[in-house]
C-alpha cells in the first residue's frame, strides 16, 4: 500500500521555532491592518487628530481617492518641535499619561499608534507649527530628516502611495470614486459630530465637499461626470 502523503505544513507549525520578539517594521505594519483599511480610514484617523488639536478648520486634500496622495491639514494648536520624533513612536501620546485619565478619556483618539502605523505602510510627511514658533518643521517619517519650513499655526500630515510597501493589500482597493466616497462618509460623520469647525475635502485639485461652521450638512448628492463611469458624491448644505 502506497503511504499517503501528508499536507504540508504552514511556516513555523511543528518546525521546532524559537519564540522571539518581532521586529519594529514588522510590528507596525500589523498594527496598521488593524488600523488603516482603505484611504477613509488615514482620513479618520488623521482628522481625529486634527480636532483632538482644537481644529477650526480642517481640510483634506486627496488624490486618486486618497490612495496616490492624502493630506489633512488643520489650525489646530500644533506640535512642539522637541516632541515631534515622538509623535511617529508607537504608543507615544499627548492624550492620556495615567489610567485614571484612560479611564475618563475625552479625545478621538488615545492608542499613539495611528501615525505610527500610517508611516509603515506609507511615505508620511508631518509639517507643524505653535503659535509660540519662529517657524514649523516638517518631519519626513522614513528617512527621520528634521528641518525648517513654512506654515501657519496648526498642522499638515502628508500621505503619498498607501500600501506602496505591501502591494497584496493595495490591490484590494476599490475605484478612485469608491475610496473617494467613503472617505466622504468619514468627513461628513466628524462633521455632523462637530458643527463649530469648518470641513473642505478637495479631489484631484477639485473642490468636491465644504462644510462652513454653523452650517449642517443636509445630504450626499450623487452627479454623474463624463470622465467617469460611476457618480461622485457631492455635499449639499444648509443654515441651521
Known amino acids: 500500500m502506497k503511504p499517503v502523503p501528508l499536507a504540508p505544513q504552514s511556516a513555523g507549525a511543528g518546525t521546532g521555532r524559537r519564540i522571539r520578539e518581532l521586529p519594529d517594521e514588522l510590528v507596525s505594519q500589523i498594527a496598521a491592518g488593524e488600523v488603516v483599511e482603505r484611504p477613509a480610514s488615514v482620513v479618520r484617523e488623521l482628522v481625529d487628530n486634527a480636532l483632538d488639536a482644537g481644529a477650526t478648520q480642517v481640510t483634506v486634500r486627496l488624490a486618486a481617492g486618497g490612495v496616490r496622495s492624502i493630506s489633512v491639514e488643520d489650525d489646530g494648536a500644533g506640535i512642539p518641535v522637541e516632541d515631534l520624533p ?4 508607537r504608543h507615544a ?4 499619561a495615567s489610567l485614571a485619565e484612560l479611564e475618563s478619556v475625552v479625545t478621538m483618539g488615545f492608542r499613539g499608534e495611528a501615525l505610527a502605523a500610517i508611516a509603515s505602510v506609507s511615505e508620511l510627511t508631518l509639517t507643524t507649527r505653535t503659535h509660540d514658533a ?16 513654512a506654515r501657519a499655526m496648526g498642522t499638515t500630515v502628508e500621505v503619498q502611495e498607501l500600501f506602496f510597501s505591501t502591494p497584496a493589500r493595495r490591490k484590494f482597493l476599490k475605484t478612485d470614486a469608491t475610496e473617494l466616497a467613503h472617505a466622504l462618509e468619514a468627513v461628513r ?12 475635502v478637495w479631489h484631484d485639485g477639485r473642490l468636491v465637499a465644504q462644510i462652513r461652521p454653523g452650517l449642517e450638512p443636509l445630504s450626499l448628492i450623487h452627479i454623474s461626470e463624463p470622465t467617469r463611469r460611476t457618480p461622485i458624491s457631492y455635499a449639499v448644505f444648509c443654515l441651521k
Open 134 to 149: 519662529a517657524h514649523a518643521w516638517r518631519l519626513h517619517a522614513r528617512s527621520g530628516e528634521l528641518g525648517p519650513a
Open 189 to 200: 460623520r466628524h462633521a455632523l459630530a462637530r458643527p463649530e469647525v469648518g470641513f473642505a
Open 86 to 89: 515622538l509623535a511617529l513612536t
Open 93 to 96: 501620546t499627548s492624550k492620556i
